[in-house]
């Protein structure tokens, strides 16, 4: 392998992200015009706060969580420090407007006198915000922070990227619990009858899905992994030399 | 690499099969008590046709399609093409109990006057289904006849690999709602005050992503890959040096 690659992207990555990208705007456009169209819209205090709720978790959860995700991809040719420090913030980004979202459902639960966390929609929301944030917490100690030797953080990196494909996936799930539940509370008679509302949400749902799907392919395309950088070749191998007492031209301990 | 690698299996590979097993039965068993318990068990010709749909899912959609995933990691030693035939015949197993399941939800609508294929859960699992059956058509297309080319087959798998792990998934997104649905239509008011059937088929639901985080972790696994046995690396080089007019021993053509 040549660590001095060109510049220039993988055949074929550019078009996944731009349709991924597509993707992620219509699916944000989709939940708009659902909560605004046939749902009152969205306002913190007053009966719509319940609506933030959707929002937040579509735009935390899966756009920000996917495009956080797509980093290494897209910019493959950067330092790797920064795009790391980029995925870093999008993924708390994500994470914080989560929480607003979730804090914005356990309030119009309690002003509704109307429990929480029995449905099973609940439950693998909460599992994928909390194990998010776990996953968020070890990957900057390991990853930003000076502590974690190389050898620890190459162990470590794979169990990382398959959790982290794993709770985009669950992250998708859990929206689609959610799409469901909200749309047997709201319009369970008129739904089996393919009003627009429930067709909407249903094509909601396939967006989800289409962009999970588009940005899962574009994360596990083997040739499509980012190519480590020259200098980080030769860094690599200066750390080698230092930690194994190996010397580049070969000589052993 | 080694092609002639000593039959033992990697470290932690068998733990994490078992766990996969063990998981599969109890969802099995899980979906049995549901069904046994709280609405009023399974049978063809009655009221009851409707629970042979969600049974039938699950044992298709999920345990045996994930079981004919597991293939290449359980039986990594022996021959390819009776491992192929193998997930073959579990994959098409798989389809056949989903199709009974499938005729058993749109005969029990049309009973009870119910339309078909509104809802996302109906979208979703139909999506599953279909796509299942024209990846295991092409799977068997590209893979078991004698037609398709080494290289052809070599472009393909990767392909085959990624949609064979999204559709797991996405059959069991597709189960998930189901659950939620069912809950919604027969215990919508009883369900937000954790009564029991709620929070069994909620375990239902954990348990289903439970099997599908373990099958994925040892199906994505780089280490826990199937190695190529001696004999198909000897065969791979014979077919090279025909179709490429190199010989083996290095000579060009």
Known sequence: MDGA???????GLS????????????????????????????AWHSPLQFNVHPLCM????????????????????????????????????????????????FESHRTKGIPDMYSLHSWCGMAAFVLYLLQWLLGCGFFLLPGASSSLRGRYKPQHVFFGIALFALSI???????????????????RHFVPEGVLANTLGVL??????????????DDWKRPPLAEELALSMDFKTLTEGESPDGGSQ
């Open 15 to 42: 078009a996944y992200v731009a349709v991924s990208q597509l993707l992620g705007l219509t699916l944000l456009a989709t939940t708009g015009a659902w909560l605004g169209r046939y749902r009152g819209g969205v």
């Open 58 to 105: 579509v735009l935390g959860m899966v756009f920000l969580q996917g495009d956080a995700l797509l980093v290494y991809r897209v910019f493959r040719h950067e330092a790797k420090r920064s795009t790391k420090v980029l995925h870093a913030v999008l993924h708390g980004l994500a994470l914080v407007i989560a929480l607003v979202g979730i804090v914005a459902v």
């Open 173 to 191: 799930a859990a929206c689609l619990l959610g799409i469901t539940e909200m749309l047997l509370f709201n319009i369970k008679d008129s739904y």
């Open 208 to 221: 989800l899905l289409a962009f999970g799907l588009v940005v899962g392919y574009v994360l596990t395309r």
């Open 5 to 11: 690659l060109p510049p220039a992207s993988p055949t």
